[in-house]
């Protein structure tokens, strides 16, 4: 008897094993596990990439999505929407997570959880029971009235520019306070190919600014004069009175351009409301234009039927 139970006891040790087996081979799991941000202003936009990872994607999977954030529900968002497909082939699928903040929310801490369940598409066989996968997301954020300006300089580097038009400095910005803003200023020494010779200096401070939480290219403009030749750039990108980076970096002033190209180029640079304002004038031009066309043959008509 003592044979039999031991025996037994095994037997279902052995199947929990093999079922834990079972279970780890076809693992869920989330990274990172959740979406934080302790300075959200009112109004303001926030977003944060997930990772939704299985272990072995041999089938589709029905993923869905629960929020569950007291006092923030309508607040957050999935790209991907509530309920989607966790296509099989793909390990690891991205979704985003947004958030809005109203701009009459109330300042304070908001937490809770986003909550993720995948299963089968395909039914169950008869006598089986069908088996969901998921995961948590942590969340919390805070909605301050602080105004934080604060940035992270990912890139900086001067694309090749041809002689006679300005010398760009690229800058890859993320934005990590909650207020749209910019790097104070940029600062700029150039060098010969050998970085001996100081042959040019100055700042900008014209920058475009970026909104809270965001990521963006944007451009430094210096006006030089250089010739065509091979220089140093010592670039200095100023976060208050402090710098924030500093880089040095080899670029080129190439031929300059044609006429033709020069137009392009200067039409390229224009903001678009500029063309959009420039259109509405033309379109507002023709309209008057025909208007005043359309009084002088109506009189012209009118003097036709006197005579």
């Known amino acids: 008897m003592a044979w039999k139970k031991t025996g037994s006891i095994l037997i279902v040790v052995l199947l929990s094993v093999f079922a834990l087996i079972q279970i780890a081979q076809a693992g869920f799991g989330i990274a990172p596990p ?10 303001s936009h926030y977003e944060q990439n997930i990772l939704l990872v299985r272990g072995d994607p041999i ?26 497909v966790l296509p099989k082939g793909e390990q690891k699928v991205p979704i985003v997570v947004k958030v809005d903040v109203p701009k ?6 908001y937490e809770g959880a986003i909550r993720v369940r995948v299963a089968s598409l395909e039914l169950p066989e008869a006598g089986t029971v069908k088996i969901a996968l998921g995961g948590q997301i942590d969340v919390r954020f805070n909605v301050t009235n602080v105004e934080i300006f604060d940035f992270l300089v990912r890139l900086v580097t001067i694309p090749d520019s041809p002689e006679g038009r300005s010398v760009k400095v690229l800058l890859k910005v993320e934005n990590t306070g909650n207020i749209k803003s910019a790097p104070t200023k940029v600062h700029l020494d150039v060098y010969d190919s050998f970085h001996r010779d100081l042959l040019w200096s100055g700042d900008t401070s014209r920058l475009e600014k970026i909104k809270p939480f965001e990521t963006k290219e944007i451009f430094a403009k210096f006006k030089t004069g250089l ?76 003097k036709k039927r006197k005579l």
């Open 227 to 302: 010739a065509m030749a091979q220089y140093w750039g010592d670039i200095k990108i100023f976060k208050g009175d402090e710098v924030a980076r500093e880089e040095k970096v080899f670029f080129t002033i190439t031929e300059k351009l044609g006429l033709l190209d020069t137009l392009k180029a200067e039409i390229s640079e224009l903001a678009i409301w500029v063309w959009a304002i420039i259109g509405i004038a033309v379109l507002a031009g023709i309209g008057y234009g025909g208007y005043r066309g359309y009084k002088i043959w109506k009189k012209t008509k009118k």
């Open 104 to 109: 009459d929310a109330k300042f304070g801490s």
């Open 34 to 43: 959740y979406v934080r941000n302790d300075m959200l202003a009112r109004g």
């Open 59 to 84: 089938e589709d999977l029905k993923a869905e999505i629960t929020i569950d954030v007291p006092g923030a529900n309508d607040w957050i968002s999935i790209d991907k929407g509530k309920e989607f």
